[in-house]
């Protein structure tokens, strides 16, 4: 069995670095697609762009890693299958499923990795990439702003254009968020404007008219001012056409350890339950209050101060509801990424118990056939993911099941194939179904000739 079990190991190695090259090759023209025209635009030093691309690679590997190993199972069970080498391993007393314990045991060590790989080198990496991105950003940011994509500019503005003449730089339906540490968040909404550089400053230029500054209450968060303006000019400073590095002090979801997220979740649950707590002792101390001035126990001056007294509740009720569901959100959206770090790599356990039956009943040993069906399986699986990831943020779905639901489905379906094969149970429904999906009519010699 020792011999038999390198055996078999030995088959999945050329499948599985065929695959893992044509996935990576595969999403590396994503990412090219992607970002190869802000590079050009921006006039990146290739230095830069091959540093941008290397870091890129972290996440291409979480999803190229499962796709090989099914790619890889398919194509060697496939082979063994179409040589009848499974069927004398069989004639020999070797039951199937010792076949696939080897597989499995692979798969597990390779879990293992995929998430030690997640937990410690993707965040990192994906940390690194944001700021070089940003960084990127701030280069002629004239160049890439572009209609309906929020671009990121120094001094912590946001913009977000409808349209643009790039004729003229004339924009149109114009909103701009800026965040900074020393001052209010600010909102600046404008119907029209337009965008040009100060070479000799190094200043961006940008003249908005017709709009309205939102910006909230220093004192009171729950309160905001309203300026409503003719015309109005914000100067950014540029960080020049060179590219300056910087160091980014806040974590996204994605750049953050699984032990970070809990963390993270765990003080967000906090204080959404402290936010109810607090709305449950302002409505207590305050609801007996109005009552009482409403049945004319507690005199007042006049209607007004009751309606001031209300107004002044529901205000802070409201503000107390919006922390509570902001808190809750982030806490949904950390828990969503924490099921998700784990749920991806335990994938490749699932995709063997899969990949194999599938392998089995196809007999046919290609790299073709198995990268077809492998990129099939993962496009339905990556699709329940997304989809799952959707609903666990909006709240739809509890994140633990919405993360963990496309392993049970695809893990459950690998599950009945592979005890139907090991004990070549006849299910003719899905047999022929799986038959169909599998066994790609190839033309015989003799049709060919």
Same mark, same amino acid.
């Given at each position: 069995?020792?011999? %038999? ?19 990576? !090759?595969?999403?590396?023209?994503? !990412? ?6 802000? #590079? ?9 762009? %091959? ?53 499995? #045991? ?10 030690? !790989?997640?937990?410690? %080198? ?14 990127? $950003? ?59 550089? *100060? ?11 017709? /709009? ?12 905001? $001012? ?5 015309? $109005? ?68 001056? @006049?209607?007004?101060?009751?309606? *001031?007294?209300?107004?002044? %509740? ?8 919006? /922390?509570?569901?902001?808190? @809750? ?9 924490? $099921? ?6 335990? @994938?490749?356990?699932? !995709? ?6 599938? /392998? ?23 699709? #329940? ?58 033309? @015989? ?5």
């Amino acid at each position: 069995m020792s011999i %038999l079990a390198r055996y078999v190991l030995r088959q999945h190695l050329i499948p599985a670095s065929a695959g893992l090259a044509i996935f990576y !090759f595969v999403l590396s023209m994503d !990412f090219l697609v992607d970002y190869l025209n802000l #590079f050009i635009a921006k006039g990146v030093p290739g230095l830069f762009v %091959l540093e941008a691309f290397g870091l890129s690679l972290a996440w291409m590997t979480l999803l190229a890693v499962p796709m090989a190993v099914m790619v890889a199972v398919l194509t060697a069970f496939g082979r063994l299958a179409g040589d009848n080498e499974i069927t004398a391993a069989k004639a020999s007393g070797v039951n199937v499923f010792s076949l696939m314990l080897p597989v499995l #045991f692979a798969a597990l060590l390779i879990t293992f990795g995929l998430f030690e !790989f997640g937990d410690r %080198l993707l965040p990192a990496a994906n940390y690194r990439l944001k700021g070089l991105l940003v960084d990127i $950003h701030h280069i002629k940011p004239l160049a890439t702003i572009e209609p309906r994509v929020l671009t990121e500019l120094p001094g912590g503005y946001s913009v977000f254009i409808d349209s643009m003449d790039s004729e003229t730089s004339e924009v149109f339906s114009v909103k701009i968020h800026r965040v900074s540490a020393d001052e209010p968040p600010q909102t600046i909404v404008a119907e029209s404007g337009v965008l040009s550089m *100060d070479s000799a400053n190094d200043v961006l230029r940008v003249e908005l008219l017709n /709009g309205e500054i939102l910006e909230a209450d220093a004192d009171d968060p729950t309160k905001f $001012h309203r300026l409503l303006f003719d015309k $109005h000019v914000i100067n950014i400073a540029q960080g020049g056409s060179s590219l300056i590095r910087s160091e980014r002090s806040r974590r996204g979801d994605r750049e953050l350890s699984v032990a970070e997220l809990a963390s993270r979740r765990d003080a967000n649950r906090a204080e959404a339950a402290t936010g109810i707590d607090d709305l449950r002792s302002l409505l207590s101390s305050h609801t007996d209050d109005l009552l009482a001035m409403s049945r004319g126990e507690i005199e007042f001056q @006049s209607n007004r101060e009751l309606r *001031d007294a209300r107004s002044e %509740l529901m205000r802070k009720a409201q503000g107390e509801l919006r /922390g509570i569901a902001g808190s @809750s959100k982030k806490a949904r959206r950390l828990d969503v990424e924490f $099921h998700k770090k784990l749920s991806i790599p335990f @994938s490749c356990m699932v !995709f063997v118990l899969l990949g194999a039956p599938l /392998g089995l009943r196809s007999r046919r040993g290609g790299i073709g056939i198995g990268a077809g069906i492998g990129i099939l399986v993962f496009l339905v699986y990556y699709l #329940f993911l997304m989809g799952g990831e959707q609903l666990g943020d909006r709240g739809y779905v509890d994140p633990a099941l919405a993360m963990w639901a496309p392993n049970l489905f695809f893990g459950a379906i690998g599950l009945f194939l592979t005890f139907s094969t090991c004990l070549e149970w006849r299910a003719a429904p899905i047999t022929r179904i799986v038959d169909f999906i599998v066994r790609v009519p190839v033309p @015989s010699r003799s049709n060919a000739k």
